[in-house]
């Protein structure tokens, strides 16, 4: 008989800063696309990009013991071409690579071919939904094994990874900020989508199983129930949500440009990276198995 491992707050910080680390370099790419002018801010999501994703692997292989005593038995991951981990290798290597490339010719004030851009775009979506396949494979857990979970947190890692450069072109690039308004509406989105994911994937895994019951009752009633509703929902999606429809369609345009509002935009975008990370914590920590008999 065999065992399903029960992950802690590592791996959730593994799988926060994979998905911030992919969502980052597509906000870089969309800056590249719509705003040439932003190159501070396009740098910064080339430099948090690598960063944050090589943090989180080195945070993986500290909670996996055996493969930090022992890094060869590394290998032994890409052994298995129909393993969902062997495609995360696979998806997280060509990310990193291409990633540091991309910093390496801006660094040499040299231009990134758009080829390369779009092939870390692809990569960094691929990384992004494999931090929700990667806890699916575990399938006595109801809340982990579920389709929505994929698609939840690779929505997740864009708006995190977008939240990222947007707090940093707040604070360090007002300028490049304010004309970013295409970059502003667009992230505007994913939180929306996110409260509709969260809310569905409760939905659905409070249907399927009794684990699942439980699992999402200790999260809107139970013991995580304040993580949950203040960390997650209110500082992470619900403020943030407010704050930038105040901004964007209610403020009045020459409130928008000065230091108050981008201190509030930055506020509101770090909200977005707590519940970006509280996301994760949650759904590791809270998922229950079904018993086995």
Not at 6 to 19: C, D, E, M, R, T
Not at 20 to 33: D, H, M, N, V, Y
Not at 93 to 117: S, T
Request: glycine residues 8%; contains cysteine.
């Amino acid at each position: 008989m065999s065992f399903e491992p029960v992950w802690g707050s590592p791996i959730a910080w593994y799988l926060f800063l994979a998905g911030l680390g992919g969502g980052a370099f597509i906000a870089s790419a969309f800056l590249r696309f719509k705003h040439p002018e932003a190159e501070g801010m396009r740098f910064a999501g080339h430099i948090i990009a690598p960063a944050v994703v090589i943090v989180g692997l080195f945070l993986l292989m500290f909670d996996a013991e055996a493969g930090l005593h022992n890094p060869l038995r590394f290998a032994l991951l890409l052994h298995n071409p129909f393993s969902v981990m062997t495609w995360g290798v696979v998806f997280l290597a060509a990310f990193v690579l291409i990633a540091l490339v991309a910093l390496l010719l801006d660094c040499l004030k040299k231009r990134v071919p758009a080829w390369l851009e779009i092939a870390g775009v692809v990569f960094a979506v691929c990384v992004g939904a494999y931090t929700g396949a990667l806890l699916g494979v575990c399938r006595t857990f109801p809340l982990w094994n579920n389709v929505l979970l994929p698609v939840l947190f690779l929505v997740s890692a864009v708006s995190t990874g977008m939240s990222s450069v947007l707090l940093v072109g707040a604070l360090k690039f007002p300028e490049e900020f304010d004309e970013a308004g295409m970059l502003k509406k667009f992230h505007y989105v994913f939180p929306i989508v996110e409260i509709v994911l969260v809310a569905s994937l409760c939905f659905i895994t409070s249907y399927n199983s009794v684990a699942g019951a439980q699992s999402v009752a200790s999260l809107v009633c139970g013991s995580w129930a304040p993580v949950f509703w203040l960390g997650f929902v209110v500082v992470g999606l619900a403020a943030p949500s407010a704050v930038e429809t105040w901004l964007l369609f209610i403020a009045k345009p020459a409130f928008e440009e000065t230091p108050p509002a981008h201190y509030i935009g930055a506020a509101a975008d770090a909200g977005v990276l707590i519940g970006g990370f509280l996301l994760r914590f949650l759904i590791v920590m809270a998922a229950v198995p079904v018993p086995l008999t």
